[in-house]
């Protein structure tokens, strides 16, 4: 029996019931976590080419779901990253303080709805689906920004509203021209013409709004600053990553007979920018949060940084490797960082990177997890960054494309300078006097560490799994054989 | 229809959007933004798209255009002054020419697409099998379900996101009463809102059983009901509901919790969204009837707003 359709179907069956337990809504993470991360390994278990006509509606009709290596990887990585992020908000809830109780309660439908919205994303390959999820992603993405900043939030809503409609204008124009959205078949009958170029221009550029990649980058920084720790985790580890999970459907299943090697260094040359441009920002912020949230602006570069690498390899399966295992590594390690500096700035004195002084003694646990997540970010043997950045700098060098070479190995560089930075700040001895410190005890308490240091181990954990995820990453590539879709017959 | 009628309806379209557009007084701008809604309905309608003129009459003039009205109302209860600022010449040449160029671009696009509609073809061969006639509720409810379901739940959600902006106080509360301040504007809004309800249920009762075999469905029907409800909670006829009401809450989720458990169930039967034989039309008018009611409810409370701290109305009944 094939259960692909249960990925989507349980997180909103959860959705609905947050809805109708109310206040204690909030508990059902205790079955979620685990039930999810169970369907996920599964998924990541089931043989090549398995797919699912859903409602066994043929193509070009219906909609074809697929677990590929990207869709096993994001599912899995997906699956953990929201279980930890759920069970930390079960033990530190956002809008906890202020007696934000609509926010307490709120926040579990919509992270049920972005969950859904995630795994159906990942797993489509119905490009009008896409669209539907996105907004599943965007509307949750857009909600959780609010509960940090109204005015972030309502930039976002605007320019993420804009992404979507230029999606949804090349959605409708692939449709008239090609009577499919569907990427396995577009791959088929893909031809050049205006109509196409026109599309593929349009949702290029509604999605690069969505990834945040520089420059379309500015609503990010923005809402991640404000937003509670949990919800900022979510925008960077889940929200950002479907709109790069759906360029590289356009660009890589769909037409990759269309896009020309310049319109692919146009992304890799906007990726570099961006890993330039995104680390000297975080590098300039004297509040964590924002440097933080400046780190995923560079880390998002090095996904488009990989594009003309895939698209120039001869053998692209180890920079298809580089790229979805950076994803991966981002995903796990910028959740974990997200938490934990969550965590650190309830204790410091305030939220400048110069008032951590003193946190490695308080909540030591916490600073090891915000110290292990910085060495996957800046690439630093042994971590699933590492090999990510390996793979991509070893395509680099093969190729000769020393640029994108450089610019990986300095914008490891420039992230070793700012995460030191805030590290060092935490060793510092405090401004004040010993009491203070004493009274950071309690605030270190154990259990709120676990979902930091468990994600940011499991983003050092990577480093060591690098063949078996790189055989999971290659399932079902766009340049395997051409193969006739065969759906699954029901019993 | 005929030439002359498109014609003078395209010259209507375009001079009811520009008057929205470059009108100063707010309430002006809506009056046409609300015009300009139905006369789209219209041209959907001259192109022989029933089914996209009914949506958008209901939500694009209907739902929009109340909701613009509430939001001017409350932008001027907080002392804004609620018209256009001055912007510089410069930067409208700049969005004219920007929008210009877009536009003709987009105009060469759609006229380089040999109009054919290939997959209408794909749909004829299928209908018989569902029992339904209406091919648009044929492609939401049937080959795209699941698209459908996604789209069910982004709604649910929206509330959901409306709700979070509550303030701190006000969770769980009820949302700001729409209703009219001028005495005699609520005593005639209160009365037609208590014809106007039945009326309006019996009408999307109507259109979701329509839906079936004629243009109509679950969202049109779901938008007359939301109509309906804000209408007669203009009027208090009715009041608006506690955000934790039990009951709300199950009219809520009742549209996509049977719709996701109707998926669920196809699983029995093969695979996730699959109708059993013979039974497609039968769980299709049941998806209908209950994403109708819910639709209906959300819309309402989407246009309500978030709950406000202390509103003073009694338990008066609810929503749903």
Redesign the interface.
């Known amino acids: 029996m094939n259960l692909l359709g249960l990925l989507v179907a349980v997180p909103l069956g959860f959705m609905v019931a947050a809805l109708l337990l109310r206040g204690s809504g909030r508990w059902l993470i205790l079955a979620a976590a685990p039930v999810m991360a169970g369907l996920a390994l599964w998924l990541a278990l089931l043989p090549p080419g398995t797919t699912l006509l859903v409602g066994n509606w043929d193509l070009p009709l219906g909609i074809l779901l697929r677990a590929d290596g990207v869709a096993r990887l994001m599912v899995l990585a997906g699956a953990l990253v929201i279980g930890a992020i759920g069970l930390h908000a079960l033990v530190d809830p956002p809008g906890g303080n202020d007696g934000g109780a609509a926010t307490a309660e709120t926040f579990w439908p919509l992270l049920y709805l972005m969950w859904a919205g995630a795994n159906a994303g990942f797993l489509t390959t119905d490009l009008f689906n896409l669209y539907v999820t996105l907004e599943m992603v965007s509307l949750a993405a857009v909600a959780l920004a609010a509960m940090g900043s109204l005015a972030a939030a309502l930039r976002y809503f605007m320019i993420a509203m804009l992404g979507s409609l230029a999606y949804l204008l090349g959605v409708a124009l692939l449709v008239a021209n090609y009577n499919t959205v569907d990427v396995t078949l577009l791959a088929q009958v893909a031809r050049l013409d205006l109509a196409t170029v026109m599309a593929l221009g349009l949702m290029t550029a509604g999605l690069l709004i969505k990834a945040a990649l520089f420059p379309m980058h500015g609503w990010l920084p923005p809402a991640h600053a404000a937003a509670p720790a949990p919800a900022s985790a979510l925008l960077s580890a889940i929200a950002v990553k479907l709109g790069f999970v759906i360029l590289l459907r356009l660009w890589f299943e769909a037409f990759p007979a269309i896009t020309g090697s310049a319109a692919l260094h146009v992304l890799g040359g906007l990726g570099a920018a961006a890993v330039i441009y995104g680390s000297i920002q975080a590098m300039r912020q004297d509040r964590l949060k924002p440097l933080v949230a400046y780190s995923t602006v560079a880390q998002v570069g090095y996904l488009f940084l990989a594009f003309p690498l895939v698209a120039g390899a001869v053998e692209p399966s180890s920079a298809w490797a580089g790229m979805t295992l950076h994803g991966v590594a981002h995903m796990l390690a910028k959740a974990a960082m997200f938490l934990a500096a969550g965590l650190m700035l309830k204790a410091a004195a305030g939220d400048r990177i110069a008032d951590l002084g003193g946190l490695a003694q308080a909540m030591p646990l916490t600073v090891t997890a915000f110290g292990l997540a910085a060495v996957s970010l800046m690439g630093l043997p042994p971590s699933g960054g590492f090999t990510a950045k390996f793979l991509l700098l070893s395509a680099a060098i093969e190729q000769g494309a020393f640029l994108y070479a450089g610019v990986l190995v300095v914008g490891g560089l420039l992230a070793a300078v700012y995460l030191f930075r805030a590290l060092s700040a935490c060793f510092a001895p405090l401004a004040g006097a010993g009491p203070d410190t004493a009274s950071r005890g309690p605030v270190t308490g154990g259990v709120k560490a676990v979902a930091p240091l468990a994600l940011a181990g499991l983003a050092i954990v990577m480093g060591f799994a690098g063949t078996a995820l790189v055989d999971v990453s290659a399932i079902e590539v766009p340049w395997a054989t051409p193969t006739v879709i065969q759906p699954e017959v029901a019993p | 229809m005929s030439g002359a009628f498109d014609l003078i309806l395209c010259l209507m379209i375009l001079g009811t959007a520009g008057i929205a557009l470059f009108v100063r007084d707010a309430l002006a701008a809506i009056a046409f933004f609300i015009a300009f809604g139905n006369l789209m309905g219209l041209a959907w309608l001259s192109l022989g798209a029933v089914n996209v003129a009914l949506a958008e009459i209901a939500i694009g003039a209907g739902v929009t255009g109340i909701l613009l009205i509430l939001a001017r109302a409350r932008l001027l209860a907080l002392g804004d002054p609620v018209h256009s600022g001055d912007t510089p010449t410069w930067l409208w040449l700049g969005a004219f020419a920007a929008c210009t160029s877009f536009s003709v ?2 105009a ?3 006229l ?2 040999t109009p054919e ?3 209408d073809r ?2 004829a061969p ?1 209908m018989p099998g569902l029992g339904i006639e209406n091919r648009v509720t044929g ?1 939401l409810l ?6 459908t ?3 069910s ?2 709604l ?3 509330l ?2 409306v ?10 509360g009820r949302p700001a009463e729409p209703r009219m301040a001028d005495g005699q504007m609520h005593q005639v809004a209160g009365a037609s809102g208590r014809v106007l309800l039945p009326v309006a249920l019996v009408m999307a009762a109507y259109l979701v059983w329509a839906g079936s075999d004629l243009p109509g469905g679950a969202f049109q029907a779901g938008t007359v009901l939301a109509g309906g409800l804000m209408l007669a909670a203009m009027g208090g006829a009715i009041g608006l509901p506690r955000s ?1 009401r ?1 009951l709300l ?2 009219a ?2 009742l549209g ?2 049977v719709f ?1 458990a109707i ?2 169930g ?2 029995a039967a ?6 059993p034989k013979g039974l497609a039309k039968a769980l299709i008018v049941t998806i209908e009837y209950t994403l109708f009611l819910s639709i209906g409810v959300t819309l309402a409370l989407l246009v309500a707003g ?2 406000v701290a202390d509103s003073p109305v009694p338990d008066a009944g609810g929503n749903g």
């Not at chain 2, 049937?142 to 698209?147: I, N, S, W």
């Not at chain 2, 709700?163 to 769980?172: I, Q």
């Open positions: 671009l987009l060469a696009t759609v380089s697409i509609s290939g997959l794909v749909v299928l492609v049937a080959f795209r379900a699941y698209d379901l996604l789209e739940f982004v649910l959600g929206a959901v996101a709700w979070s902006l509550a303030p701190a106080r006000a969770w769980p934790d039990p809450r199950a809520l989720v996509p919790l996701l998926g669920l196809g699983i093969g695979g996730f969204l699959i109708y978030p709950p």
